[in-house]
């Protein structure tokens, strides 16, 4: 029971540390849909770098829409910055479209497809 006792304030610091690194610099996310597959399949485990701010064609993005502020969808990059200060994404089955930087939550880093 001491040794426990002693072990507890390591254990709370390292889930102090884990957790705010989880809330600045990296997320684990898992994809429940084919919405950017064969990039990302349904059922892919990855990691986002939340401090990503420059996004080149190519990179899976995740963001958060402005019709569902609580969700976070995935899209890849079609189109850097432009002058406008807009992404163009695409999304499977969809047409591309405009997304503000502020809406991006970050950019897939690391997946286990």
């Known amino acids: 029971m001491r040794r426990q006792l002693r072990r507890l304030p390591a254990a709370a610091a390292l889930a102090i540390i884990l957790l705010g690194i989880r809330a600045t610099v990296a997320e684990p996310l898992y994809v429940t849909t084919n919405s950017v597959a064969p990039a990302l399949p349904a059922g892919s485990r990855c990691l986002v770098y939340r401090l990503a701010s420059d ?59």
């Open 55 to 113: 996004f080149q064609p190519g990179d899976v993005i995740v963001y958060r829409p402005a019709e569902h502020p609580n969700l976070q969808y995935l899209a890849i990059v079609q189109k850097g910055l432009d002058s406008s200060g807009t992404l163009i994404v695409v999304r499977r089955s969809e047409l591309p479209f405009a997304l503000l930087p502020s809406r991006v939550v970050g950019r897939i880093v690391l997946n286990t497809r």
